[in-house]
């Protein structure tokens, strides 16, 4: 199958899930190359200059919305169709600000792969849509910090009903559930991490809100 310009890049922390995608798209015949969070893909579309980028949101260092953001203020990249995929960031409102920042689809993780397959396909055979207008510094970190907050405040009272339903259960059904504390727990510190480095961008910025 015909890419239009450079291969596919695809995004993602968690190794098995960008081994599934990056597997799958090339069995469609599809270029990939890979990163494991924001920063590293900015490099790889500095060496590559895909065709289309296919992003988790919640990753360290940076995550798919500051990815997008940096992806649209320069203008050798801001046109790159990018789709976003999340078991996280899932809300109404995420997939708004999502759409507001550029991103032509959003896809809610487990991802189903005949739908994840046609749109891609739909992508490069017809063309992303027009571009919203670019976002301001302060609609971006407004609604960013918006977005972190909101999953930040998930996350606690995830863990929290977590921590007691484990005191409540037996020694064969506990597993499963410390798993999901941990995963929990993980993403958690992620948010935080971003929103204090949302926070020390806010502290320096000079732009009215």
């Known amino acids: 199958m015909a890419v ?13 899930i960008l081994d599934l995608l990056a597997v799958t798209l090339r069995f469609k015949g599809y270029p990939v190359v890979t990163a494991k969070n924001g920063e590293e893909a900015l490099e790889k579309v500095e060496e590559e200059r895909p065709a289309l980028i296919i992003t988790d ?7 798919g919305f500051a990815l997008m953001y940096s992806l649209r203020q320069n203008p050798k990249t801001s046109q790159i169709p990018v789709v976003f995929l999340s078991a996280t960031y899932i809300t109404t409102e995420d997939k708004e600000f999502a759409l ?7 896809l809610v993780k487990p991802i189903d792969t005949a739908e994840f397959l046609l749109t891609i396909a ?9 571009m919203p207008p670019l976002l301001s510094k302060a609609e971006f970190y407004h609604g960013y910090r918006e977005r972190l907050e909101e999953k930040l405040n998930e996350k606690v009272h995830q863990i929290s009903r977590t921590e007691r339903l484990l005191q409540t259960l037996s020694t064969e059904q506990k597993p499963a559930f410390e798993a999901l504390l ?28």
């Open 122 to 130: 739909e992508i490069l055979t017809e063309g992303a849509p027009p």
């Open 100 to 106: 507001k920042l550029g991103a032509v689809r959003f």
């Open 4 to 16: 239009p310009y450079g291969p596919l890049l695809v995004v993602e922390d968690t190794q098995h």
């Open 57 to 63: 949101i919640l990753m360290p260092r940076m995550d």
């Open 182 to 209: 941990v995963e929990a727990s993980e993403q958690k510190k992620e948010i935080q991490i971003e929103l204090d480095q949302l926070f020390k961008i806010l502290a320096d910025e000079d732009f009215d809100e």
